[in-house]
C-alpha cells in the first residue's frame, strides 16, 4: 500500500509540473512584421535628414551672421600663409598692419621666430578672398587660370 501511495503521489507531482511547463498558445500575441524599407519609414529617414541638414546651415548662417566665426582675417590681423612643421608645430606669416612676422606654433607657446624688414607682396587672391566654387573650378579644370 506504501509502494502505491508512493508512486501515486510521484506521478501526480511529475504531471502537475509537466502541465505548468506548457503554456497555452491562445496568449502568445503575433507580432506584425514591419518592413525596414517600407515608404513610410524610408520617407521618415528623408524627412530627418532633410531637417538635421537645414538646422547645420541654420547653425553656421547665424554664426557668421553674429560673428562668431571667420574664415580670413580681416581689419588689422591677417593670417597670410601657414605650414604645418610637423604632427603639431606650425610656422605662420602674420601681417599685423604695415609688418609681417613669421610666428612660431607649437603646443603650449606661440614664439616670434622673425619680424620681416621688407613685407612679402601677396596677391589679393591667394590670401583666401577666392570663393571655394571658384577654387573646385579651377581644380577640374586641370590647373591655374
Known amino acids: 500500500m ?20 506548457v503554456e497555452p498558445t491562445a496568449t502568445k500575441a503575433v507580432k506584425p512584421v514591419i518592413d525596414p524599407l517600407s515608404g513610410t519609414n524610408v520617407g521618415q529617414m528623408v524627412v530627418g535628414l532633410f531637417l538635421v541638414l537645414i538646422l547645420v546651415f541654420a547653425i553656421a ?7 562668431g566665426v571667420s574664415l ?4 588689422a590681423l591677417k593670417v597670410i600663409a601657414g605650414m604645418s612643421m610637423g604632427a603639431r608645430d606650425r610656422v605662420v606669416l602674420l601681417q599685423v598692419g604695415d609688418e609681417q612676422l613669421l610666428v612660431g606654433i607649437s603646443p603650449g607657446r ?3 621666430l622673425h ?8 596677391e ?14 579651377e581644380v577640374l579644370r586641370g590647373g591655374k587660370k
Open 2 to 21: 506504501k509502494l502505491s501511495s508512493i508512486a501515486i503521489a510521484v506521478l501526480l507531482q511529475t504531471t502537475s509540473l509537466s502541465l505548468l511547463a
Open 61 to 67: 548662417w547665424l554664426l557668421r551672421r553674429v560673428g
Open 72 to 75: 580670413t582675417g580681416s581689419g
Open 110 to 112: 606661440i614664439q616670434t
Open 115 to 122: 619680424v620681416l624688414d621688407n613685407p612679402i607682396e601677396i
Open 124 to 137: 589679393q587672391n591667394t590670401v583666401g578672398n577666392t570663393a571655394f566654387a571658384d577654387k573646385l573650378t
